[in-house]
């Protein structure tokens, strides 16, 4: 007997809300995918290897759920609709529990996260055989898995936009996780509500129930995210927090105790007020006080301002560029009364200018020259900050110095990262510059810490006076600086050197930290 038109309604409005919860799985599948592997990689770092790993578990996972849908039989709605209270649930308190883990008992989070990617991955494999099985009675089969997989697919694609333009500037990990929880439950709600009879009237108010509650449990995490982002950070730092902010590249941390000011970026630390001036001079001084000529300086990094702090010194020669990619750093420099008094406003001084960009690419598209060029980058902890440490940068860096230009850049520690210092020298020494030299210093904060300056001509960088007050760098630290003992002399053979296609330092950086952790 044919279809009735009321037949046929009901049947379109079956499909289209089945199609809604085939995309909304899609997208929340690829957002619980992306926020652990980034969570993870703030945490333990090294981005490449979390997400690989990550990505890997999560499709192999996806892969036993596929396998495992074949299991279920009879009525596939009930199951579905269990199975996505559960999913939003999990998702929904994923990146939540993986701070707590990490608070808490950090040497278990490289256990506990595989085993949460794993769960979420075996569920959301079961998901699409199950939508597929359950469209199999309105399209024939050919239709039924270009449907589920087109719609799936697209829903993949809003996902990969929604995170890095929306979802982390926004909401932050933490928060994000929470809403797509809720929305994941979402598709519980639309299948209780639009197959109420498949479900049955006992089994309806029971899950019913069950999304109540798990919804209203995500609520709450996410009415209580701030207090509970600020209590789970407090607890990672010995020090009061007194500022913090997620921006789209990074944590930004601020600590106090005493007069003693800490900033963290993600959780590393990258300056104590009391001895930060030991680490600004080194690395300002000696390239400065090489340089013929200091009428233009770049300042690649050194958004805090203390780099240029140290530059202004040398005014009313010194122009000053400074290039940073996260606006909230120097917001936070120019706007924190404390920030503000330890770089003494050098960010609004009338001859500085800031960018925010990548410091490879402001490099590769800048045709102006400078007479000193300064590196006060982040430790290279991942394949993006390597890069910047790569010899086709130093290179670039070469290119834009002016006949008699200098470049330095820090260069991590001697000590503790042995290996990565030596092949940071070594790459700049493979680079263009005529003149290349290690030097050190001690930062009670840091202990022994590195580097590289180079030069287009030869002279005896020991041998320099500097010509401003320091607090620190007088003649015979200077002389120090440029003599290294014996345990931290490179060894041989060489470490190799660092380019884009190889990034060699990385693994060395990464190797050296692990073994003092």
Same mark, same amino acid.
């Given at each position: 007997?044919?279809?009735?038109?009321?037949?046929?309604?009901?049947?379109?409005?079956?499909?289209?809300?089945?199609?809604?919860?085939?995309?909304?799985?899609?997208?929340?599948?690829?957002?619980?995918?992306?926020?652990?592997?980034?969570?993870?990689?703030?945490?333990?770092?090294?981005?490449?290897?979390?997400?690989?790993?990550?990505?890997?578990?999560?499709?192999?996972?996806?892969?036993?759920?596929?396998?495992?849908?074949?299991?279920?039989?009879?009525?596939?709605?009930?199951?579905?609709?269990?199975?996505?209270?559960?999913?939003?649930?999990?998702?929904?308190?994923?990146?939540?529990?993986?701070?707590?883990?990490?608070?808490?008992?950090?040497?278990?989070?490289?256990?506990?996260?595989?085993?949460?990617?794993?769960?979420?991955?075996?569920?959301? =494999?079961?998901?699409?055989?199950?939508?597929?099985?359950?469209?199999?009675?309105?399209?024939?089969?050919?239709?039924?898995?270009?449907?589920?997989?087109?719609?799936?697919?697209?829903?993949?694609?809003?996902?990969?936009?929604?995170?890095?333009?929306?979802?982390?500037?926004?909401?932050?990990?933490?928060?994000?996780?929470?809403?797509?929880?809720?929305?994941?439950?979402?598709?519980?709600?639309?299948?209780?509500?639009?197959?109420?009879?498949?479900? =049955?009237?006992?089994?309806?108010?029971?899950?019913?129930?069950?999304?109540?509650?798990?919804?209203?449990?995500?609520?709450?995490?996410?009415?209580?995210?701030?207090?509970?982002?600020?209590?789970?950070?407090?607890?990672?730092?010995?020090?009061?927090?007194?500022?913090?902010?997620?921006?789209?590249?990074?944590?930004?941390?601020?600590?106090?105790?005493?007069?003693?000011?800490?900033?963290?970026?993600?959780?590393?630390?990258?300056?104590?007020?009391?001895?930060?001036?030991?680490?600004?001079?080194?690395?300002?001084?000696?390239?400065?006080?090489?340089?013929?000529?200091?009428?233009?300086?770049?300042?690649?990094?050194?958004?805090?301002?203390?780099?240029?702090?140290?530059?202004?010194?040398?005014?009313?020669?010194?122009?000053?560029?400074?290039?940073?990619?996260?606006?909230?750093?120097?917001?936070?420099?120019?706007?924190?009364?404390?920030?503000?008094?330890?770089?003494?406003?050098?960010?609004?001084?009338?001859?500085?200018?800031?960018?925010?960009?990548?410091?490879?690419?402001?490099?590769?598209?800048?045709?102006?020259?400078?007479?000193?060029?300064?590196?006060?980058?982040?430790?290279?902890?991942?394949?993006?900050?390597?890069?910047?440490?790569?010899?086709?940068?130093?290179?670039?860096?070469?290119?834009?110095?002016?006949?008699?230009?200098?470049?330095?850049?820090?260069?991590?520690?001697?000590?503790?990262?042995?290996?990565?210092?030596?092949?940071?020298?070594?790459?700049?020494?493979?680079?263009?510059?005529?003149?290349?030299?290690?030097?050190?210093?001690?930062?009670?904060?840091?202990?022994?810490?590195?580097?590289?300056?180079?030069?287009?001509?030869?002279?005896?960088?020991?041998?320099?006076?500097?010509?401003?007050?320091?607090?620190?760098?007088?003649?015979?630290?200077?002389?120090?600086?440029?003599?290294?003992?014996?345990?931290?002399?490179?060894?041989?053979?060489?470490?190799?050197?660092?380019?884009?296609?190889?990034?060699?330092?990385?693994?060395?950086?990464?190797?050296?930290?692990?073994?003092?952790?």
């Amino acid at each position: 007997m044919p279809n009735t038109g009321e037949d046929l309604a009901t049947s379109r409005r079956d499909v289209f809300v089945l199609v809604v919860a085939i995309f909304i799985a899609g997208v929340c599948s690829i957002v619980y995918e992306l926020l652990i592997s980034t969570v993870s990689s703030y945490f333990l770092g090294d981005t490449i290897k979390q997400f690989s790993i990550i990505i890997g578990m999560y499709m192999a996972a996806m892969g036993l759920g596929a396998y495992l849908s074949r299991l279920l039989k009879g009525d596939l709605i009930p199951f579905f609709i269990k199975m996505e209270i559960a999913l939003g649930f999990i998702g929904g308190v994923s990146v939540p529990f993986l701070y707590t883990c990490y608070a808490l008992r950090p040497e278990a989070y490289p256990v506990l996260m595989p085993l949460l990617v794993l769960l979420i991955g075996v569920l959301i =494999g079961v998901e699409i055989p199950l939508l597929a099985r359950i469209l199999d009675k309105y399209y024939v089969l050919k239709i039924n898995i270009s449907t589920v997989l087109s719609v799936d697919y697209v829903g993949a694609l809003v996902a990969t936009i929604l995170f890095p333009f929306i979802l982390l500037p926004l909401l932050g990990t933490f928060r994000s996780s929470l809403v797509f929880g809720v929305l994941n439950m979402g598709i519980g709600f639309i299948m209780l509500w639009r197959f109420s009879d498949s479900v =049955g009237a006992k089994y309806h108010r029971r899950y019913l129930l069950y999304s109540i509650v798990s919804v209203l449990m995500l609520l709450i995490l996410l009415l209580s995210a701030q207090p509970l982002i600020r209590v789970w950070s407090q607890s990672l730092y010995e020090d009061q927090v007194i500022f913090q902010k997620r921006t789209p590249y990074q944590q930004l941390v601020l600590t106090k105790y005493r007069d003693d000011l800490n900033f963290f970026i993600n959780g590393n630390l990258q300056f104590s007020s009391r001895d930060e001036y030991r680490y600004h001079e080194a690395l300002v001084h000696i390239p400065m006080a090489a340089a013929r000529r200091r009428e233009n300086v770049l300042v690649l990094g050194g958004g805090d301002g203390l780099a240029v702090r140290e530059i202004l010194k040398y005014k009313p020669s010194a122009f000053v560029t400074v290039v940073d990619l996260d606006p909230e750093v120097v917001a936070l420099a120019r706007r924190n009364p404390l920030m503000r008094e330890l770089n003494e406003a050098s960010l609004d001084h009338p001859q500085v200018m800031v960018f925010h960009t990548d410091a490879y690419m402001f490099l590769e598209s800048r045709e102006s020259l400078y007479d000193v060029i300064l590196a006060d980058l982040p430790d290279p902890n991942n394949v993006s900050l390597a890069r910047l440490y790569s010899r086709e940068f130093y290179d670039l860096a070469f290119s834009r110095l002016t006949r008699r230009g200098v470049f330095a850049t820090q260069s991590t520690s001697p000590y503790y990262a042995k290996n990565a210092f030596w092949c940071i020298y070594e790459t700049v020494r493979a680079s263009r510059f005529e003149n290349v030299v290690p030097y050190h210093v001690f930062v009670p904060s840091f202990g022994d810490w590195g580097f590289v300056v180079a030069s287009k001509d030869r002279f005896d960088y020991a041998a320099l006076e500097i010509p401003v007050p320091t607090q620190f760098l007088g003649r015979n630290a200077l002389k120090r600086c440029f003599q290294f003992e014996k345990d931290i002399i490179a060894g041989e053979p060489a470490p190799r050197t660092n380019t884009l296609d190889d990034p060699q330092l990385l693994h060395y950086y990464l190797e050296s930290w692990r073994n003092w952790r």
